[in-house]
């Protein structure tokens, strides 16, 4: 499985931005997905995570209200829907994907690292004040 993250780059505070996650190669139609972020001289954190049923979004406080997690309807692009950006958003952001095998849960949101299997590149978004 690929997943590659696109979207970052360089913005003002307060702006808007969406990221995009093509997930490709796989064996499965859809996979849990997250979206997790690195700060400089951070640990990456999880931000953003949505059943493999789309029947479940989870957010991390910082972001809840600001951020928007969805998919389309082939299941092959996640996005993160960015709005009211602060400098503290600045980070290199990571998507992620769960396998979907071995009694994983079709309407959980997986909120932890090493509970994802295959992960994308990153792409850097740099907020201004």
């Known amino acids: 499985v690929q997943l590659q993250a696109s979207g970052g780059g360089l913005v003002q505070a307060g702006a808007s931005l969406r990221l995009s996650c093509v997930v490709s190669?796989?064996?499965?139609?859809?996979?849990?997905m997250g979206w997790f972020r690195q700060a400089p001289g951070k640990e990456r954190e999880f931000i953003a995570g949505?059943?493999?049923?789309?029947?479940?979004?989870e957010y991390v406080d910082s972001v809840e209200g600001r951020f928007t997690i969805a998919r389309d309807g082939a299941a092959t692009t996640s996005y993160l829907q960015m709005n009211s950006l602060k400098p503290e958003d600045t980070a290199v952001y990571y998507c992620?994907?769960?396998?979907?095998?071995?009694?994983?849960?079709?309407?959980?949101?997986?909120?932890?690292?090493?509970?994802?299997?295959?992960w994308g590149r990153g792409t850097e978004l740099t907020v201004s004040s």
């Open positions: 992620a994907a769960v396998r979907p095998l071995g009694g994983f849960r079709s309407n959980h949101v997986y909120t932890q690292s090493y509970e994802y299997q295959y």
């Open positions: 190669g796989g064996t499965f139609s859809r996979y849990p």
């Open positions: 949505i059943s493999w049923a789309d029947s479940s979004t």
